[in-house]
């Protein structure tokens, strides 16, 4: 089992800033794909930012050039530093991890709640 735990969620005023970080209860270094998925009301949850298999970084276009993914594997975190964010950004952001334990499986974190004010 694999527990997730995110944290740094919040309210902002558009064209700030947050920090979104996810911390996994064992070694990050083996898993094979890390990201963040968010989730807003109304709508399904979309995977935006994350680790591939090769550990490159990929982003959804409306993130691009807004956020950053960035990995610790000495402390088993992965986190997103969100800039210039916009109301539509507002969403509960979860970690998502697939990991091997005996069989391939995808574990998610609680999430946390990202609210963006025009």
């Known amino acids: 089992q694999v527990q997730l735990v995110e944290s740094g969620g919040g309210l902002v005023q558009a064209g700030g800033s947050l920090r979104l970080c996810c911390a996994a209860?064992?070694?990050?270094?083996?898993?094979?794909?890390m990201g963040w998925y968010r989730q807003a009301p109304g709508k399904q949850r979309e995977l935006f930012a994350g680790?591939?298999?090769?550990?490159?970084?990929n982003y959804g276009d409306s993130v691009k050039g807004r956020f950053t993914i960035s990995r610790d594997n000495a402390k088993n975190t992965v986190c997103l530093q969100m800039n210039s964010l916009k109301p539509e950004d507002t969403a509960v952001y979860y970690c998502?991890?697939?990991?091997?334990?005996?069989?391939?499986?995808?574990?998610w974190g609680q999430g946390t709640q990202v609210t963006v004010s025009s």
């Open positions: 209860s064992r070694s990050i270094f083996s898993f094979n794909r």
């Open positions: 680790f591939g298999s090769s550990g490159a970084t």
């Open positions: 998502n991890a697939e990991v091997f334990t005996g069989q391939w499986a995808a574990y």
